[in-house]
């Protein structure tokens, strides 16, 4: 549905200025073009457009405001008009004239003229869903009746009509015969219908009667649903495909012919094809273990477990430490496709390690994919922390960090490494290993995949018995059990199993319960087939969860569906052992339609602490009312064959026909199984069900026809003027608007590209119109991205019915997306100029890669359309098409781009994944049609035509077709048809593949048009071919109107093939044209005719096989006497009998080869086509030949070079021993020729090395082709054109001459330059650039003020006695990471100014030059000047220390570096290649058979008389290119090889490790340093120098390897690196010896080259034709140029000669900046080159660090070597007395009294808990105070530039020898209560390293846990500058919750001592001789109690129960007394009473 108005005109008298119109409907605003002032009446004429997703209401209105425009005002209204709908809805369309109003709703004198059209799609079928059984009336009854009898008729008496026609006739009878299905009543008229249609029917071909009348009677569906997406854009950065769509470039054609240049860039957009995801490479994943930290738990031994899928390696034990130091280095090795790395899982565990009877605990673990590594910047996580969890308690929290570097390493990357510091603080939570945008604090959630249902399964068992059974019984039964499994972050899930079933019902959810956002992006969904031996894959699809997910501020968690996924695979025809079998796994482009399997993603965040841990739950789930999210609605598929041309002659002898279809529905071999299911009741309209029945009902294949052929190299099927038809009915849910948004977004993309390139080119060609063409390409964006706004805000507006969430949020990011790109793309067209254009480019392409982002959609819509060429029942080539590209919208910009197009195809046959094709499996193609398709719904079918061609008769069916159940023809016949002569000229093609042994080929084209095939002759052996032919088809006949055939004329085909004198031609490629038409109406004259000559490309299979240059045009013909052709009979035309003249055709070549009947004679292209032709010179510089293999088992002896160029050939001189001297002793040739003007014409260069033997023999050594001779054109600079670059420069400095820097580019300003020779000097300009102006802040002076002092202790200690060259080298890698962190920050400071407004950049930028100048002059105030000269006097000058000498670290290979050139500026090398090209990049590499250094300048000749131009070593190029060049006689050179250090070595043993060794190898010298292997390292130093003595050009290639030493069997190789030392010898830029920064004659940077910087100097000015350098008075002048010191500098303190070699020194520093002859010389430095293996090709195996050092023999030799031996570590002796604890928490209750109390110790290490050191137990502590008074001593080796403590020793009893290891300094210190009777317990702990740890307190109190703060405010104390230190630590644990709690405090000293001074000052452990310790005063209550019964009872029992005690003796005594008393009273009392 639309609305359209067009505004026709206003009449607006006196009423003057520019007009604008705008008109508003429902919200939605379009502007009109610019009127322009042009009297009262102002014609628009011009239409607007509404898609409308709900239909319009009567009271809806249409607003037009008239406004008057002005460019520096606002707009000013003029008047509105307001229409309203009911009429335009009652009638369908308006036309009317009235009257504007005001503001006030007066009338204004000025009237508006307008129309208006309402469109129903479909207007035969109402809004409200019209029921074609309904208000049908007899008469259009009766027209159906006729026309579908007609068609019966027709079909029964044609020829081609299939034998089983009377087998279908009686199933159709015997269904007709049967009962309707229950509750359903059809009238007669129905049945009658039914019957007609049925007539037209063709059933599957495999299915029974039985199964047909159950199809029918049910209503059964035989269509299944879905697309398949194919690889997005998001393929270049990650492999997850939505069905592993692979494109081929010969499949599908492009219907625009773009130049080369054009489709390179194209291709360039896509980093990695989808073919190159589903080939095997190698790849390593490689994982450095750094350290942990924070480990939760106490005393621990952690072990690292790194596992990668199902590969686990182990780190070493770390004994009693939550905070282990590892440093291992990990490698995996893959050699597997892509897309199946991508999905492994990587897991960092930490485990506790136990016993061998115990399993190792898990404290904590962490997942990511490699997909995600894969995605960062370099493929690498550098230095992160990975933050633990443990997966069975989420709710705990962390459980630690690992610090871990990653990387991902695929063929032919380079590892771009940081330099590693430990200096840096590790600051765990800003780097945290984590991809950028993903928070800090993950939350658990729940990943529920719902699955539903499927249906369409294919057969997956042939099970014998069932056969028997179901041959005996007729029982049948579903010949599949599927289930689904669903994989996700390394878990996988299944679903039930559903036994027998084709359309299982399974209901149920798959849950996951992961960290959100997941580190694992991927979601794998298979459809298997449950087997008893082994379970088989139906299908498998992907969901990558960025796709259905959006992590903006109005973002989404993942959710999908509900949605049907449809799969592809294998063909559906089951085997045993089926080769393709591994398509359905994901892995390459399925062929065939598998099924559809309904599925649901919801995803939920939970805080809930009782979650389930890790794991997959399998739940039930309640099933869903399908229809709630898309109305079933029925499809029509329609295709039309135009021509089937190309057939394969192995096809020629059985008929063919074409098979369409669409998921199941058209499949006519395999397709149907009979337990597909009925549509529910629940949509049980009556419409709907007849659809259902019908949905069986299709034509989806042509009649099967035996092909012809006129020449026998390729057949055609004789479709002449009846193009057959095909059509296929389906039912499927209405999802068009997932395509339709694709289709726009499409629209957009394809528009943006195409400016783009055009950009792109113009930009390289600095063309004037670029600013322009960005410009027009940045408005057509924000036009396009309008237009998709106003047409998807009509569906948002509407209801949401029938659509899933997803749907809906991915509207919804669309629309804000593209209207934020829009306002971007508006803002940046504003700040396009011509200086900044390039990044305005680029943030433009930034936009494309947004919008590829959002074309996919992850939910389909309809499945891909197949279709198929079959030959004797047996499927042979397909074709592969997505349906949204056929998809047909009444809006025109939402239907697919070949939707009612006629497009060429080339059908492939079935390839494997990951396979190249090689012969017909892969290059050659089995057919090529020219077909018309379209797809749409039923209710649209009308539209099904309207893009054929127009000429065709229009049938009874054709004008029917707007009815709905209407059948389609099945033959259209065309009457227009044209004829043509077809003229193709074939000029040349270049740069063809080799398919020869020699290398070359023997190429010759066939060009196909039509059904016709031609050839040129052979040109042999050459790869680039120059045919010069015109090849003349006399007579092709195209059906259609002219007009249409020169818009779109049909494709012609050029094949190259090379011919072989035994078998059959060899392919090359194939490449694709379309033909200039000329029709009878026009004149063949310029400037249309002739056509100039275009490049194509030509394609073999995905590889580019080379260029084409021709031009092909058909010239239309009139035929007065047309006879119809007779089959097999070629009707040749003569061109005398045409009516029509046509251009006269060249008289015929001379040709030597006899000219036969076939070929006639052969034509050459006509002058007027052909290029002209200027005089040019090629000059070539032959040097020489290296590493010539052998050819045929002989040395190549005397071997010659030929140059070939358009048929000219320039011999080089013979090398006549080759062993002796390969350079050639004729250095310089040239040859003068005639080459095309234009560039794009010239001819490609051959350079082709022959050898030539005895008897006159030559033999081909090898070719290389040179494609383009632009790298090597000269075109020279006049004087004129000098001029006038000058002039625009001046006026593009004059602006910004103030702002320039006084310090940098004098040499061209200034006729006297100050150089800087020293730092100082850089640091007083540093002190001049503070300037009085700038004020630091008080935190800049204290952070400047802390490090400084920090520094304070380095500055003491460098001494320049005990400087050596490691302090250079650790001293630059510190410089060389300060550079890149600068580096870093100016980029991100040039990205925000891009991003930044304009005019704020332009005041901020300006406004800085300003304060710049400023500061700059600043110094020169009185006061400033002042304080300089005091502080640079030299008195102050004593005590300034000087820098330490740096060199420069390249991170890569010297030759590498920008500024060198690759050391090929007059001497290149050029590659020979020989054999076949088989495409197999292992086998390709061992092509090359030898190296070609020369040169070659192609130039016009004569050049200019004012030229102002000079060549490469800076002479005047009239005179020859090539002056002033070395000898090439050989010459003795010393060459010094240093080898410093190994990174990252690849391990070989199976304990991880390697024993690295170096071995050199020059010429056939070769020296192993193997008696000197490191043992189990992978980051070896080597510190070695070897020497050779060589002689150039013999010994020029340098190869350095690194072996690993193995005791048992041989060494193997672990890598190596090649130096090609001839080119760096020679060079200009001087990579002899490299220049140091600094000239010193002795110490640690000594000069080292025999050469003084006077001496360099002054041979360079000569080489330069310069006056030697002259020195006075503290200057030099060199050239007209005079270079002087500053005032200030040091070096005018040293005079005499010392001074001359500074100032030389400073000159060569900058000897880039002389005119003509300067250049860069190379520094010192050191080169960082990659490893490589063989085995392993293209993947680094680690990096090795080294310099090369060469010295001519015949000049003074140098000194003696460098000394880079590796540093020793300096002995040490650490002295730590624990004086006292206090305030230690109390652990033990006392037996007796139940008090709180400890036995203290305190332990420590410095090497490993196996170096523990215990002090002695105080008991009975009961106030956490502790005394002891003892002595730990540590010795140990360290290594003061490093930071490290090394440690040699055996890592096992078997280890043959010692391993080096080095581990941080870090002191560590617990205190412990000792338990008699169980396990002693942990208290608390404290790690001081000992380069930076915190000052202890004074006192007790003043110990705080603020002391271990790391914020910087805490000072720092390094124990190798203070020495000693005494003070208060803090001993803690770390609780839960990451805090930390005080658990005591130590009051230690630590003195550290050299070895030499613990031996003059002796002290013993413990409280031992010598120099004993005091024993501490602990109080008397301190004893162990068994041990001391008496103390036991005294300061235990007494001191405690004192009271009691006495208390108790007195209650004894009295009751004694008592007991006395009670017992004497009787008997004193008897005695007193008897008187006794």
């Given at each position: ?417 940081p330099p590693k510091s430990e200096k840096d603080e590790d600051d765990i939570e800003a780097n945290l290993l984590l991809p950028e945008g993903v928070p800090v604090e993950r939350q658990r959630a729940r990943f529920i995949v719902r699955v539903y249902r499927a249906d369409g399964l294919p057969k997956m068992n042939s099970s014998i018995m069932a056969n028997v059974k179901r041959a005996f019984t007729g029982e049948v039964k579903d010949l599949v059990d599927p289930y689904v499994q669903v994989s996700f972050a390394g878990l996988t899930g299944k679903t039930s199993v559903k036994k027998n079933c084709y359309a299982p019902v399974w209901n149920e959810q798959i849950v996951f319960s992961e960290m959100f956002p997941p580190l694992c992006q991927r979601i794998k969904i298979q459809l298997r087939d449950n087997d008893q031996v082994n379970n088989t894959i139906i299908g498998t699809h992907f969901i990558d969860l960025k ?1490």
């Open positions: 549905m639309a609305l359209v108005v067009r505004l026709r005109e206003f009449f607006l008298p006196k009423c003057k200025g520019d007009k604008l119109a705008k008109i508003e409907f429902r919200g939605v605003a379009h502007t009109s073009r610019l009127m322009t002032d042009s009297g009262d009446l102002q014609t628009l004429d011009q239409l607007f457009e509404w898609p409308i997703g709900r239909p319009i209401e009567p009271d809806e209105t249409v607003s037009v405001a008239l406004v008057l425009h002005s460019r520096l005002l606002p707009d000013r209204s003029i008047g509105h008009y307001i229409v309203p709908l009911q009429k335009v809805v009652k009638e369908g369309k308006l036309s009317l004239r009235d009257s504007l109003l005001d503001n006030n709703a007066k009338t204004l004198p000025a009237t508006i003229s307008l129309e208006m059209r309402y469109t129903v799609p479909g207007t035969d079928d109402s809004i409200d869903g019209w029921s074609p059984d309904e208000g049908m009336d007899e008469e259009r009854l009766l027209v159906d009746i006729q026309q579908n009898i007609a068609n019966l008729e027709k079909t029964l008496t044609s020829n081609e009509r299939r034998a089983s026609w009377s087998h279908e006739q009686a199933s159709t009878s015997r269904t007709i015969d049967k009962s309707p299905a229950p509750g359903r009543k059809r009238s007669a008229l129905r049945s009658m219908r039914s019957l007609i249609r049925l007539g037209k029917q063709r059933p599957p071909r495999d299915v029974s009667s039985e199964d047909e009348e159950r199809a029918l009677l049910q209503g059964g569906r035989s269509g299944l649903d879905g697309i398949g997406t194919p690889v997005g854009e998001q393929a270049s950065s990650r492999a997850g495909s939505q069905s592993s769509l692979e494109s081929d470039n010969d499949s599908l054609l492009d219907a625009n012919s773009l130049d080369v240049t054009k489709k390179r860039l194209r291709a360039s957009h896509h980093q990695r094809t989808p073919s190159n995801l589903l080939k095997s490479q190698d790849f390593q994943l490689c994982i450095t273990i750094i350290e942990a930290r924070q480990l939760a738990g106490l005393n621990m031994d952690p072990v690292v477990c790194v596992q990668v899928g199902d590969q686990k390696k182990y780190t070493s034990v770390k004994e009693s430490t939550n905070c282990p130091y590892y440093n291992e280095y990990f490698v995996f090795d893959f050699h597997m496709p892509p897309m199946m790395l991508f999905d492994k899982i990587i897991t960092l565990s930490v485990l506790q390690s136990r016993n061998i009877l115990r399993h190792n605990k898990m404290l904590g673990s962490f997942k990511l994919d490699v997909a995600t590594v894969w995605s960062q910047p370099d493929h690498q996580f550098y230095h992160k922390w990975a933050l633990l969890s443990d997966p069975d308690d989420f709710a705990g929290g962390p459980k630690g960090y690992l610090k871990c570097d990653i990387s991902v390493i695929g063929k032919g990357d380079s590892v771009k490494v796709t259905i997910s959006n992590d903006g501020e109005k973002g989404f968690l993942p959710t999908f569906g509900p949605a049907f996924i449809h799969l592809y695979g294998s063909t559906r025809d089951y085997s045993l052992l089926d080769e393709h079998a591994s398509l359905n796994s994901g892995l390459g482009e399925g062929v065939s339609y598998r099924a559809r399997l309904l599925v649901a993603i919801r995803t939920e965040i939970t805080d809930n602490i009782d979650i389930a841990p890790s794991g997959v739950e399998v739940e039930p789930s309640y099933p869903i009312t399908e229809s709630n999210y898309g109305k079933n609605e029925e499809y029509f598929l329609f295709g039309s064959i135009m021509d089937a041309t190309m057939i394969d002659k192995k096809l020629g002898d059985k008929p063919l026909f074409f098979e369409l279809s669409i998921g199941n529905a058209g499949n006519s071999l395999d397709g149907h199984n009979s337990s597909s299911q009925e549509i529910d009741e629940e949509e049980g309209d009556d419409y709907l069900d007849n659809v259902s029945a019908e949905s069986a009902c299709w034509q989806s294949t042509t009649p099967p026809v035996k092909p012809m052929t006129h020449d026998r190299l390729y057949h055609f099927l004789p479709y002449w003027d009846d193009k057959p038809c095909m059509y296929v009915r389906s039912v499927w849910p209405d999802y068009r608007r997932r395509m339709y948004n694709s289709n726009l977004i499409m629209r957009i993309i394809e528009k943006l590209e195409e400016g783009l390139l055009e950009s792109h080119l113009q930009i390289e060609a600095d063309s004037p119109n670029m600013e322009k063409t960005l410009k027009q390409t940045l408005d057509d964006l924000a036009f396009g991205c309008g237009k998709y706004l106003s047409i998807s805000r009509c569906y948002l507006q509407g209801t949401a019915a029938g659509k899933t969430k997803l749907d809906r949020e991915r509207m919804k990011l669309c629309v804000r997306e593209i209207e934020h790109i829009a306002s971007l793309a508006r803002n940046l067209k504003a700040l396009v100029a011509k200086h900044t254009i390039k990044e305005r480019y680029k943030t433009a392409q930034s936009y494309l890669q947004r919008l590829r982002y959002l074309a996919e959609d992850p939910q389909h819509a309809l499945p891909d359309i197949f279709l198929w060429l079959v030959s004797g029942g047996k499927r042979v080539a397909y074709q592969r098409l997505q349906a949204k590209d056929l998809i047909f919208s009444v809006v025109g910009e939402e239907s697919g781009k070949d939707c009612g197009k006629v497009q060429t195809l080339l059908l492939k046959v079935k390839t494997l994944p990951g396979k190249r094709g090689i012969g017909v499996s892969g290059w050659v193609i089995q057919a090529k049609l020219r077909i018309y398709l379209w797809l749409g719904l039923t209710k649209h079918k009308k539209n099904f035509v309207s893009g054929l061609p127009a000429g065709y008769e229009v049938s009874q069916e054709i004008k029917s077709a707007e009815r709905p159940r209407a059948l389609p023809p099945s033959v259209i016949h065309f009457t227009e048809k044209h004829y043509f002569q077809l003229r193709a000229h074939m000029y040349q093609a270049r740069s063809l593949i080799g398919s020869d042994a020699s290398g070359l080929s023997d190429p010759y084209a066939q060009v196909v048009a039509g059904e016709w095939c031609k050839t040129t002759q052979v040109v042999d052996e050459t790869l680039s071919p120059t045919w010069d032919e015109l090849l003349v088809f006399p007579e092709l006949m195209v059906c259609g109107l002219g007009e249409e055939i020169k818009k779109e004329p049909p494709n012609i085909v050029i094949e190259i093939f090379d011919q072989d004198k035994v078998g059959k031609s060899e392919f090359i490629g194939r490449a694709m044209a379309k033909p200039h038409v000329k029709l009878l109406s026009e004149p063949y004259e310029p400037p249309k005719f002739p056509p100039k000559l275009e490049w194509f490309d030509i394609n073999r299979g995905v590889d580019h096989a080379g260029e084409l240059l021709a031009m092909f045009e058909m010239l239309e013909v009139r035929r007065p006497d047309f006879r119809p052709r007779k089959k097999g009979r070629q009707n040749e035309v003569d061109p005398g009998q045409l009516e029509f003249e046509l251009p006269a055709l060249p008289s015929p070549k001379d040709c030597l080869i006899p000219i036969t009947q076939d070929t006639g004679p052969i034509l050459p292209v006509p002058p007027d086509i052909r290029p002209t032709l200027s005089k040019y010179r090629i000059e070539v510089l032959f040097w020489g030949l290296r590493d010539v293999k052998r050819v045929h088992l002989l040395t190549v002896d005397k071997p010659r070079v030929d140059i070939e160029c358009a048929g000219h050939i320039l011999h080089s001189s013979v090398i006549t021993n080759a062993r002796k001297n390969p350079n050639f002793s004729t250095p310089v040739k040239f040859i003068d020729l005639e080459l095309p003007e234009q560039e794009l014409y010239c001819p490609p260069l051959t350079v082709r090395v022959v050898d030539c033997r005895s008897f006159g023999r030559y033999t081909l050594v090898g070719t290389h082709m040179i494609n383009s001779i632009h790298r090597y054109l000269f075109n020279p600079v006049t004087k004129k054109q000098r001029e006038v670059e000058e002039r625009k420069k001046s006026q593009q400095l004059q602006p910004n001459h103030t702002a320039a820097d006084p310090w940098a580019n004098s040499i061209s300003t200034s006729n006297y330059i100050i150089l800087d020779t020293d730092e100082t000097d850089v640091q007083l300009r540093k002190l001049a650039n503070s300037g009085p102006g700038t004020l630091q802040s008080k935190r800049e002076k204290t952070e400047s003020n802390r490090k400084r002092k920090m520094s304070m202790g380095h500055a003491a200690d460098d001494d320049e006695d005990s400087k050596d060259w490691w302090t250079k080298y650790f001293a630059s890698v510190e410089a060389m990471i300060e550079e890149t962190k600068k580096a870093k920050n100016e980029e991100q400071d040039r990205e925000n100014q891009q991003n930044g407004a304009c005019g704020q950049m332009a005041e901020g930028s300006s406004g800085g030059h300003e304060e710049k100048k400023k500061i700059k002059l600043g110094f020169k105030s009185a006061g400033n000047a002042a304080k300089i000269a005091n502080k640079w006097s030299p008195k102050a000058a004593k005590h300034l220390k000087p820098k330490t000498a740096l060199l420069k670290i390249f991170p890569s290979e010297l030759e590498a570096q920008p500024e060198f050139n690759a050391f090929k500026e007059w001497l290149q090398t050029f590659d020979l290649l020989r054999g076949k090209k088989t495409g197999e990049e292992t086998e390709d590499d061992s092509r090359v058979v030898g190296k070609f250094k020369g040169n070659i300048k192609v130039y016009k000749w004569p050049l200019p008389k004012d030229i102002d131009d000079h060549t490469i070593m800076g002479f005047d190029p009239q005179y020859g290119f090539f002056q002033g060049l070395p000898s090439s006689d050989p010459i003795h050179v010393l060459v010094r090889v240093y080898v410093v250090k190994g990174t990252d070595l690849h391990p070989m043993d199976l304990n991880g490790k390697a024993d690295p060794y170096v071995v050199l190898q020059l010429g056939s010298k070769r020296i192993s340093d193997k008696e000197h292997y490191i043992s189990k390292q992978l980051n070896p130093v080597f510190g070695r120098c070897f020497e050779f003595e060589a002689t150039f050009p013999q010994d020029s290639l340098l190869t350095v390897q690194v072996w690993d030493w193995d005791l048992v069997g041989s060494d193997d190789l672990i890598g190596e690196t090649r130096i090609d030392l001839e080119n760096r010898f020679y060079t200009r830029h001087r990579a002899t010896c490299g220049l140091p920064s600094k000239y010193e004659e002795y110490g640690y940077n000594a000069w080292r080259d025999p050469m003084k910087p006077t001496q360099i100097l002054a041979k360079l000015c000569k080489e330069g034709k310069l006056e030697p350098p002259s020195y006075f008075n503290g200057k030099v002048k060199v050239g007209n140029k005079t270079f002087g010191l500053n005032n200030d500098d040091v070096a005018l303190t040293r005079g005499g000669k010392m001074l001359e070699e500074y100032l030389a020194l400073a000159v060569l520093k900058r000897w880039d900046e002389f005119p003509r002859i300067g250049c860069k010389l190379v520094p010192e430095h050191v080169e960082t080159r990659p490893l490589y293996n063989a085995e392993k090709p293209g993947i680094e195996q680690g990096k090795l660090e080294l310099w090369v050092d060469m010295f001519p023999m015949d000049m003074p030799l140098p000194g003696p070597p460098l000394d880079i031996a590796p540093r020793k570590p300096k002995s040490y002796e650490l002295r730590i007395v624990i004086w006292n604890t206090d305030e230690v928490v109390l652990e033990d209750d006392a037996f007796f009294t139940g008090e709180k109390m400890s036995d203290i110790y305190v332990k420590g290490w410095l090497k490993g808990p196996e170096d523990c050191q215990y002090t002695d137990i105080h008991y009975r502590s009961l106030t956490g105070e502790g005394n002891f008074n003892w002595r730990f001593i540590f010795p140990f080796d360290y290594l003061v530039a490093e930071e490290k403590i090394v440690i040699s020793r055996k890592e096992s009893l078997f280890s043959w020898d010692e391993t080096e290891s080095k581990i941080p300094a870090r002191l560590e210190l617990q205190v412990w209560d000792a338990d008699h009777f169980s396990a002693d317990d942990f208290l608390g702990a404290i790690t001081l390293d000992l380069n930076r740890f915190p000052r202890g307190a004074k006192s007790s109190k003043l110990c705080t846990l603020d002391m271990l703060k790391t914020d910087g405010s805490v000072p720092m104390v390094n124990i190798f500058k203070q020495k000693r230190l005494k003070g208060w630590w803090p001993f803690y644990i770390k609780k839960e919750n990451e805090e930390m709690e005080l658990t005591g405090k130590v009051e230690a000293e630590i003195h550290l001592l050299t070895h030499e001074e613990a031996e003059k000052n002796p002290a013993g452990m413990g409280r031992n001789e010598p120099d004993p310790l005091d024993k501490p005063n602990r109080p008397d209550a301190s004893f162990m109690w068994f041990l001391n019964p008496f103390k036991s009872i005294r300061y235990i029992v007494w001191h405690n129960y004192k009271w009691t005690i006495i208390k108790g003796l007195i209650f004894t005594a009295l009751a004694i007394m008592l007991l006395l008393f009670f017992y004497s009273v009787p008997g004193y009392s008897v005695k007193k009473l008897l008187g006794a």
